[in-house]
């Protein structure tokens, strides 16, 4: 029996702490002896970046469909889709509008893609992906399950699919999606992919949105990351029932339900180099792993790992804003 799962990391409640207990090696310096390393992890990482007009992937990184966007299938046709699934050439993700009595929120994720290829004869499950695309993000890039794995069926359908073990047997996620114009979606739909994504549908990201690159703030070391508000990536930057992750240069930490707290902040100068990480807690383990400049994993080893996106101020909660 297939079923559907949503496969990336959960969004949690504001309650909880977000966290992660990365993997890593070599030895510990402070921030400050790094300022070097930093400044190369920057340029490495702002030259990462997904661009408001994406340059199509090399033949190699392509995907076997066309460029664009493909609403869901459970409700039969493009207006009434209630997930979408985009393609730009470089990067590939998911929106869901806001709906009273299914979404209480817009959700919104993307993946930059790092290869793609086929499975691999003898892999565990080869029968499974056979006739599939794999595609392997920057997040999972070294994962042998729960990649994605997509084909074209034809009349602008495709299908994706991701496969797990479990204690059950092996998991499966399948999802059947069309081809559709921007204008063939609805309202809701359209708006949500304007507020994150405003390049798929024909247009430029606002003056200081994260679309766009006007007004961006540069990244600042020693993390060498946008200076401001890190929300969970399935979360919309406006969140209000979400741990929000702060940094400005000098001062890094956690804003819960409650309005910004400085005292609640930490100085970034007590932060330490662990291999790829930056341990940011010494206590309690909690370390911050830069994926790009404006995306970040953050995690201890009791509470798991989140990953989160940069938000402009003007997006995030009021009560939230640094004073």
Known sequence: MYYTRHLNLPRRAAILCLAMLMTACGSESTAASNTA???????????????????AAPAAMALPIEQGIYGDVERGSCVRARRAFFYDGTNYGYVSPAEPGWN?????????????????????????YRGYTLVWTTENAGAEEDILGIKAEGNGRIRSIAVSSGPKGDMFSEETFQKCSFAQLSPRMQAAIRAERPQLAGGTAPAGSAG???????????????PGHYIPVGAA????????????????GWIDLSPFAANRMEPVVSARRRGADWVVDA?????????AADKITVGDPNT??????????NEVRASARAN
Not at 212 to 226: C, D, E, M, Q, Y
Not at 240 to 250: A, E, L, P, Q
Not at 304 to 313: Q, S, Y
């Open 37 to 55: 390393q930093g400044n190369a992890a920057m340029s490495a990482a702002a030259s990462a970046q997904p661009t408001a007009r994406p340059q």
């Open 237 to 252: 930057c406006g969140t209000t029932s979400d741990m929000i992750f702060y940094y400005d240069g000098r001062r890094a």
């Open 283 to 291: 206590m309690t383990g909690e370390t911050l792993h830069v994926q």
């Open 212 to 226: 766009g690159s006007a007004s961006l703030p540069v990244p600042v070391a020693p993390f060498n990351i946008r």
């Open 104 to 128: 209480d929120t817009a959700y919104f994720e993307i993946n930059r893609i790092a290869r793609v290829g086929p499975p691999a004869r003898g892999s565990d499950f080869y029968d499974y």
């Open 304 to 313: 798991g790992v989140e990953t989160m996106r940069w938000c402009p101020a």
